[in-house]
């Protein structure tokens, strides 16, 4: 049985992708996969009684060589915010390609703690930095200094002892070009580095908790659990920084979700399910309850989205159980279209991706394919007619070009680059002022604008003609030709209209990191958490591949 | 070090805010990366040029033909080269093409690299006695190692060169000869065996 992959025109509106939860596909786990038999080692360890200084933590590999150096430093309560504007943090990181020389760690002693006031080389990777979050860091130092583990039900709360608040990568504050790693094929994923970064600073996190508890007490103190430890991620707090990421890299968007719907289509198509395959696959989905349950959020929108997932997982469930028979063919197939005609967007997509669990041999593959060269795609091709254009403008955005931007409420909001951090900001044009430096991220409303402009223009005419007139529409034919090509690489909605919910498109790009505990703050940020499950790095030659399904309680 | 990623990103702002539209922002921004990519004073050109862009006039070609004069305003490299990369498939069959009178010539370079890749064919591009040699958009040869921020040319000429060897067939046999060495004589056992057909290839 051949089976359709998903139309873009539903699977790329936001309220769906905002739907995304992690999968085998994920980074963080891709991350995992990849490194689990690279050499994990701390090189340097320098911190004081209060956890200040230095360390170093490697991954080496056939003389290869990935290090991730931690500057940690006192700031005051007071300075300590998850804002990008922020300008101190309780400690910095940067991934370094090879193993950093003495004047290397000099340099980088005086820039990196400056983040995006420093400047970094093409020798290092990618750039973070993280805050405490003080409550559960102090309880845990002070729990572990007293001889006793902290107390668990508060680490379930949070779920991390420190939260990243920005992970830089290609190019950015002098970091190495992607082009310089492309043909690394250890790295060859999307945010693999980050990832790296990430997962390293978690075992900083432990080891200087460890570590300032030792001082405080030496005789009492105890190390914190190993399996609290596994139970422990990063938090990160993200903005809408990553928003427009998604929109100005259509090509690698377009690879990140047809790797998804290429997997859920291929495992559609299995026609004998294999009963171990079954049994994994509703493991992991009542396993994956636990996560749910302790998913805390203060946020109405989140919290809703919560319990309509955890009611539609039940639903399911009962189904499952009561009245669907796995002896059948192409069950995952009858699966997915129950869950389409009977539950929400949130649980039909967290059903998907644990669909995934079973099938590696149907995943891997993709992996590899998910990363892309923009470069590639770039040229117009100006020989192609009007007539060309037209049909693919009819064809890939059929609801967008039915929108009226003549409706103040579907032209509300305009993105703009603030001044003083050089971050994306979105605001209301008929209340702010700005909306003349507008980013070209109103995709919707400028294809509209290039379908008008073409109505009258003649069939033959080639596009070169026609950008001849109208170059103020340059970037969108560009976009216009790479959808032709790539039916997945745009988002099916309009940005800047009143029903915005930009967390959407944040979520969207986290849940392809691998992300856990969605807890928006606001509509415009939200807090995560990373890694949290997964095994340490002294564990990662042996593990198992489910880890995030396992829950703190 | 600036990465060439922020070159990119900064350029394309900078072209943006002197009055490009977004999608020729873009194509600048590309083209100053690759010519800083390809150790051409990029970033330099532009500055100089669009210090001197608010307050001059000039002259924004559309059809670009054989010969293209603009005798009093000189052509803005960067209109110019928009629209050379998108007529390149129709110029590629003309044998030369002139232009004369172009402010800030460098920043016409990328553009005719990025068509020598589109077009598949290696252009030949003279500023001035300076001369250029683009390469796909892999790589730019040229005679001229400095003095490359120039204000204004009187002549560019661009010639596109068709798909042939740069040696002749006796200095290809030569070469073939000696790569010989590296193959095994096959005796008649070997013929018989080793390509796993036999001797002959019929049914």
Redesign the interface.
């Known amino acids: 049985m051949k089976i359709e992959l998903r139309d873009p025109n539903t699977i790329m509106k936001l309220s769906r992708l905002g739907s995304f939860h992690q999968s085998k596909l994920s980074f963080l786990r891709s991350f995992l996969n990849e490194f689990k038999d690279w050499e994990y080692k701390r090189d340097l360890f320098e911190l004081d009684e209060n956890g200040f200084g230095k360390a170093i933590y490697s991954f080496n590999k056939n003389n290869k060589i990935y290090s991730l150096l931690c500057f940690s430093n006192y700031i005051k309560d007071e300075d300590r915010s998850d804002r990008v504007i922020a300008t101190k943090w309780d400690a910095a990181f940067v991934l370094h390609d090879g193993m950093p020389e003495k004047k290397d760690i000099e340099r980088l002693y005086q820039n990196v703690p400056k983040q995006e006031i420093g400047r970094v080389?093409?020798k290092e990777l990618s750039l973070s930095r993280a805050n405490k979050s003080v409550r559960i860091f102090n309880h845990v130092v002070e729990s572990l200094s007293v001889g006793k583990q902290p107390d668990k039900k508060k680490l379930s709360e949070v779920g991390y002892l420190y939260r990243t608040t920005a992970v830089y990568g290609?190019?950015?504050?002098?970091?190495?070009?992607?082009?310089r790693l492309k043909n690394r094929e250890e790295i060859n994923g999307p945010f693999r580095l980050e990832m790296m970064l990430v997962y390293l600073v978690r075992q900083f996190t432990f080891d200087q908790v460890n570590h300032i508890a030792k001082l405080k007490n030496p005789n009492k103190a105890i190390e914190l659990d190993k399996e609290i430890c596994r139970n422990l991620g990063i938090g990160n707090s993200t903005g809408l920084g990553m928003a427009p990421f998604i929109i100005n890299h259509p090509t690698l968007l377009n690879n990140w979700i047809l790797a998804r719907e290429t997997a859920l289509k291929k495992i559609r198509e299995i026609q004998k399910v294999k009963s171990n395959d079954k049994d994994l696959f509703l493991n992991c989905l009542k396993r994956s309850l636990n996560n749910i349950t302790t998913w805390n959020s203060d946020s109405e929108f989140q919290k809703n989205k919560i319990n309509q997932l955890l009611s539609d997982l039940n639903k399911f469930i009962n189904f499952i159980e009561n009245e669907f028979d796995f002896n059948q063919e192409y069950v995952f197939n009858k699966i997915y279209l129950w869950i389409e005609s009977n539950l929400k967007d949130e649980c039909i997509e967290y059903i998907v991706s644990i669909m995934m669990e079973p099938y590696e041999q149907i995943t891997n593959p993709l992996v590899k394919k998910m990363s892309s060269d923009e470069?590639k795609y770039?040229?117009?091709p100006?020989?192609r007619t009007i007539f060309d254009l037209r049909g693919i403008l009819e064809k890939n955005y059929k609801n967008i070009i039915k929108i009226d931007f003549n409706d103040k409420e579907n032209n509300k909001f305009f993105w703009f680059?603030s001044k003083n951090k050089e971050e994306p900001r979105l605001a209301d044009r008929y209340l702010e002022e700005g909306h003349e430096l507008e980013q070209?991220l109103a995709i919707a409303r400028d294809i509209k604008k290039l379908h008008e402009r073409i109505s009258n223009e003649k069939n033959s005419c080639t596009?070169?003609n026609f950008?001849?007139?109208n170059?103020?529409?340059?970037?969108?034919?560009?976009r216009a030709f790479i959808i032709e090509k790539f039916p997945y690489s745009e988002i099916q909605d309009n940005i800047i209209g009143s029903k915005l919910i930009p967390i959407d498109m944040l979520r969207l790009k986290l849940s392809f990191f691998g992300a856990l505990k969605f807890d928006p703050r606001s509509d415009k940020w939200l807090r995560i958490t990373m890694f949290q499950g997964a095994p340490l790095p002294y564990e990662l030659k042996k593990f198992n591949d489910h880890w995030i399904y396992n829950s703190i309680n | 070090m600036i990465s060439f990623s922020e070159i990119d990103t900064t350029t394309k702002r900078a072209s943006k805010a002197i009055g490009f539209s977004w999608g020729i922002a873009e194509e600048v921004g590309k083209n100053i990366r690759n010519m800083e990519l390809f150790g051409l004073p990029g970033v330099k050109n532009l500055n100089e040029y669009f210090k001197i862009y608010p307050n001059k006039q000039f002259q924004k070609i559309s059809l670009i033909s054989e010969k293209n004069i603009s005798d009093k305003i000189p052509y803005c490299p960067i209109i110019l080269g928009v629209n050379f990369l998108d007529q390149i498939k129709v110029l590629e069959n003309k044998k030369e093409i002139n232009f004369k009178n172009i402010a800030y010539p460098m920043l016409f370079l990328p553009f005719a690299s990025r068509g020598s890749e589109l077009i598949g064919k290696k252009i030949f591009l003279n500023i001035d006695e300076k001369k250029f040699l683009l390469s796909f958009n892999q790589a730019i040869y040229s005679n001229a190692s400095d003095k490359l921020i120039i204000e204004k040319t009187e002549n560019l000429r661009l010639s596109f060169i068709e798909n042939n060897n740069s040696f002749s067939e006796d200095e290809w046999k030569e070469i073939y000869k000696l790569s010989e060495k590296t193959f095994v004589e096959e005796k008649d056992s070997l013929k018989e065996y080793s390509a796993g057909a036999g001797l002959t290839d019929n049914d």
Request: glycine share 6%; proline share 3%; charged share 25%.
């Open positions: 080389s093409y290609s190019g950015k504050f002098g970091l190495a070009d992607r082009f470069e770039f040229n117009i100006a020989d680059v070209p596009i070169a950008l001849i007139e170059n103020d529409l340059r970037h969108i034919v560009r």
